[in-house]
């Protein structure tokens, strides 16, 4: 892992029910056993039912505020394609975009009333931004358990972060119910590979 | 001993209560608050005895009532919940206590998950509480400990005031083991406890009296501290998770006086700190309850004139209200993300109401409440056209019926809310319809569980906080009870559309109060979701026209894709049969085991 002064910033989007907090609390965890300061930020409540929801997670030697400003995250972690598109200001310039190219289409978008930016990757691509794209879900989904969607996430966060000095396969292991843990640690390794 | 742990500012809550000995935690779940006693329960039992409230007014006196008789406790609560426990919290002060008493109000600046985001410092002084306010997890932790020991030697219920970014960050707190206090013994004390004027004249003295003293300790205390940086020019006083923004703007820029102990306030501590500096800053979310205090001691700090007093803040929003600096460039793509509302969940019962009376806008004037099923007020449904508070769907339309009366209106008020608010203040505003005779339709969604902030127990589910089995209140029951006869009560499924909607025309034919029962419960209660795990609708595309009629229910799983409707989202579905019953030709049906 490189070694650096004051504070990253990882902000991960999604859609209530997809397992962005379970993600977040292995990589505090992780970061607090590298002997970082670490905050996570998250709102639970009316999200929770559908909505777009985001979890901030900020690392360093000395942490105070638990939020991500515009233009500050080092890196954004998306679980769902339009999500990526909405979280883009929050992006630092030179930042990274780990995105899944999963859908989900939000009421307004299924009602007709909106229409969905099925092309959210393109348009992100001409912004000078090379988005990490990982095939998150579709993956998970092929080794059996399409919950497992966030710990692909993980894996590919600690590949293109460079976070490979934490234990994280322990952690997974704490985290995750055991019955699960087969398919996740598969799924850490598949998201490492990409 | 000294074990560090990730925790959020409730669970740093619920371990501080361990640690210094807390006997008994109540609470009404509200988001931001909810984790408190969840975590108290999971972790702790054994230790601290918890257990839901029917209503924040009843926890408050259940917590009170154990300190009376010696033992430590808690109550919990969002911001509003306090309006509700007011009563008993204003009485409370001149009471003071016996174990140490500590009242959590959960704030949520930027209402994120409530009806309002009223400022709850001002019922410090209000009330005559001390009050404290942590920053970070591991002051939650520390500050709890630390409130029923100033609870004890002051007398006095303290105000424990965090907000929702308190509430719901982690940071690093260090554990320790739990102490030792032991209950101390009950003893009559009617003199203490017993507010008749006599005694009630008195107690007031002494509460003023131990303000006075609070507010020395105050002024010399490990809650607020001064954090110089030599050279600085500027002073920032501030508290709660706005010093963490303060401090992430300033750096050591600045210097600090942290409040942690915000009523009463440090006066001598701020003058002292205050006349240090060029440039005062009062850096705080929503009202100027700092600011104030500082402009009374003669003051003239930088504070709302240049900080937003609406919504929450953040570092970027500090930055920007004192520096001018504007927020940092991030990226700027050529397209627009749709926007994402929370929405009812596949399967979830209340659907079906919304659907039926959102076809009967011309013979009703909905009024909603606090729950899951207020997301009916949004498109497609606009199924309610006010929401105020716990328990008011059931009260607003007795007086919403005499007023679209008394203007000749013929349509008629039709109340709502769910169980659990119904037993939380609905109760009160149902005996007031039967008494009243009031000429409305009452309606109870009857999901059998607090679903909005995350499934708790109420008095109708039949399991308490532990999950073991408790007696359970049934609203039908209740409804005959307070003088509701039988033929003015209609039981539903509200999935079956043909059901629900007689009932609500029988209630519209009505004259009087009329009450509609729906039950079924949410699809996200683990033994419900068992039932249906692996059946699905699907819609044979042979049949389907493209009439869109299904997709009127809004269903998050159904999804109308180049001409024809699909159930795209099988994980999701429940085979709840809403959709089915909405296609004319037949082209709906229910698949799996």
Redesign the interface.
């Known amino acids: 892992m490189k070694e650096f002064k004051g504070v990253h910033s990882i902000l991960l989007v999604g859609?209530?029910g997809q397992g962005t907090i379970l993600i977040s609390?292995i990589l505090?965890?992780g970061f607090?056993q590298r002997g970082y300061?670490?905050?996570?930020?998250?709102?639970?409540?009316?999200?929770?039912?559908?909505?777009?929801v985001t979890t901030q997670i900020r690392y360093g030697d000395k942490?105070?505020?638990?939020?991500i400003?515009?233009?500050?995250?080092d890196v954004v972690i998306a679980f769902e394609k339009?999500?990526a598109?909405?979280a883009?200001?929050?992006?630092?310039?030179g930042g990274i975009l780990i995105t899944d190219d999963h859908e989900i289409?939000?009421?307004?978008?299924?009602?007709?009333?909106?229409?969905?930016?099925t092309?959210?990757l393109e348009?992100?691509a001409?912004?000078g931004?090379k988005p990490i794209v990982v095939k998150a879900a579709e993956k998970a989904a092929a080794l059996g358990n399409?919950r497992a969607q966030n710990i692909v996430l993980l894996g590919a966060l600690v590949t293109a972060w460079n976070l490979d000095d934490i234990a994280w396969e322990t952690l997974i292991e704490e985290y995750v119910p055991a019955k699960a843990l087969d398919v996740n640690l598969k799924a850490f390794a598949a998201g490492r590979a990409l | 001993m000294g074990e560090k742990q990730i925790l959020s500012g409730n669970e740093a809550v619920a371990r501080g209560c361990f640690e210094a000995g807390c006997r008994v935690a109540t609470a009404y779940p509200g988001t931001p608050s909810s984790e408190i006693l969840e975590n108290i329960a999971a972790r702790y039992k054994g230790d601290i005895e918890a257990q839901w409230a029917g209503n924040e007014k009843v926890a408050t006196e259940i917590a009170l009532g154990a300190s009376m008789g010696g033992a430590r406790s808690l109550a919990a609560m969002k911001h509003v919940g306090v309006n509700v426990a007011a009563d008993p919290i204003f009485t409370a002060a001149y009471t003071g206590v016996t174990g140490g008493f500590v009242v959590v109000s959960a704030d949520d600046p930027g209402l994120h998950s409530s009806q309002n985001e009223q400022d709850n410092r001002h019922y410090a002084p209000h009330a005559k509480l001390i009050m404290l306010e942590p920053s970070d997890s591991s002051e939650c932790r520390e500050y709890v400990m630390g409130a029923f020991e100033l609870s004890e030697r002051f007398d006095t219920p303290i105000l424990f005031r965090m907000t929702t970014r308190v509430c719901h960050s982690k940071s690093i707190v260090e554990t320790e083991d739990k102490r030792d206090i032991p209950i101390t013994p009950y003893e009559k004390r009617t003199d203490k406890f017993t507010m008749l004027p006599v005694n009630a004249k008195k107690r007031h003295k002494i509460r003023e009296e131990f303000l006075v003293k609070a507010e020395e300790y105050a002024n010399d205390c490990p809650y607020n501290v001064v954090y110089e940086n030599e050279g600085a020019a500027t002073g920032i006083i501030t508290s709660g998770v706005s010093y963490q923004y303060s401090r992430e703007v300033f750096g050591d820029k600045a210097s600090y006086l942290k409040l942690g102990l915000t009523y009463p306030l440090p006066r001598r501590l701020i003058k002292e700190f205050a006349s240090k500096y060029e440039k005062l800053y009062v850096i705080e979310e929503n009202d100027p309850y700092l600011e104030n205090a500082v402009r009374a001691l003669g003051f003239d700090p930088v504070g709302k004139d240049r900080i937003p007093i609406l919504y929450e803040l953040d570092a970027q929003i500090v930055r920007e209200s004192l520096t001018g600096e504007s927020a940092a460039e991030g990226y700027k793509a050529n397209a627009t993300a749709p926007p994402r509302p929370p929405v009812m969940c596949a399967g979830c019962p209340h659907r079906g109401f919304f659907y039926t009376i959102s076809k009967k806008t011309d013979k009703i004037v909905p009024c909603g409440d606090i729950g899951c099923y207020t997301l009916g007020a949004s498109p497609p449904f606009f199924g309610m056209d006010s929401t105020i508070c716990m328990g008011s769907g059931l009260s607003t339309i007795i007086g919403l019926a005499k007023a679209l009366r008394m203007q000749g209106d013929g349509r008629k008020a039709l109340g709502m809310l769910g169980d659990s608010t119904f037993f939380h203040t609905g109760i009160n505003s149902l005996i007031d319809v039967a008494v009243s005779g009031a000429n409305v339709i009452a309606v109870i969604l009857d999901n059998s569980i607090t679903a909005m902030t995350g499934h708790q127990q109420n008095p109708g589910s039949g399991r308490n906080i532990y999950g073991e089995s408790v007696p359970s209140v049934d609203v039908v029951s209740v409804a005959r009870a307070v003088g509701i006869a039988d033929e003015r009560i209609r039981i539903v499924d509200p999935l079956d559309l043909e059901s629900m909607s007689s009932a609500i025309d029988d209630g519209v034919a009505a004259e009087g109060p009329f009450v509609v029962v729906t039950r079924r419960p949410c699809v996200l209660i683990r033994e419900v979701a068992k039932e249906f795990a692996g059946r699905y609708c699907e819609i044979d595309a042979e049949k389907c026209v493209g009439c869109k009629m299904c997709m009127k229910i809004a269903c998050p799983a159904i999804a109308f894709r180049g001409g024809k409707a699909e159930v795209f989202d099988r994980t999701n579905c429940t085979a709840c049969g809403l959709c089915a019953q909405m296609c004319k030709f037949e082209a709906i049906a229910a698949k799996g085991v």
């Open positions: 859609v209530g609390k505090s965890a607090m300061d670490v905050k996570m930020s998250e709102i639970h409540g009316m999200s929770q039912r559908g909505g777009s942490v105070y505020s638990p939020t400003g515009l233009g500050e995250a339009a999500e598109l909405r883009l200001p929050c992006l630092k310039k289409y939000p009421m307004p978008v299924l009602t007709g009333a909106a229409e969905y930016p092309d959210a348009r992100i001409e912004t931004l399409p």
